[in-house]
Nanobody
Framework: VQLQASGGGLVQAGDSLKLSCAAS????????MGWFRQAPGKAREFVAT????????YYADSVKGRFTISRDNAKNTVHLQMNSLKPEDTAVYYC???????????????????WGQGTQVTVSS
């Protein structure tokens, strides 16, 4: 599975931005697609993910209420709508996917087999 991420950019604090990630193949009902991010000098961290079967969504506490992840089944695509952006949201955002992942592993990057190239999001204060 190849993942193609898009939508990053430079915005001001309080602005919105939408990221998209298209998968080259179906993920399947046991899988998930999500986003992780990595700020300079920091470890990669979980942002949000969506289970393909059922569409249940999961968020990091730091983005809950500001970010929304959604999916387009027909296009094998997920979107991350980011509102009320803060300077601390600045990072490279990576799309990730796996065809079979259990609930307890959804926030752990080690359990995602497929990764996109990353897209830079910069939020100025």
């Amino acid at each position: 599975v190849q993942l193609q991420a898009s939508g990053g950019g430079l915005v001001q604090a309080g602005d919105s931005l939408k990221l998209s990630c298209a998968a080259s193949e179906r993920i399947g009902s046991s899988g998930a697609m999500g986003w992780f991010r990595q700020a300079p000098g920091k470890a990669r961290e979980f942002v949000a993910t969506i289970k393909w079967g059922g569409g249940h969504t999961y968020y990091a506490d730091s983005v809950k209420g500001r970010f929304t992840i959604s999916r387009d089944n027909a296009k094998n695509t997920v979107h991350l709508q980011m509102n009320s952006l803060k300077p601390e949201d600045t990072a490279v955002y990576y799309c990730a996917a796996d065809r079979s992942i259990i609930l307890s592993s959804l926030r752990d990057m080690r359990f995602y087999d497929y990764w996109g190239q990353g897209t830079q999001v910069t939020v100025s204060s």
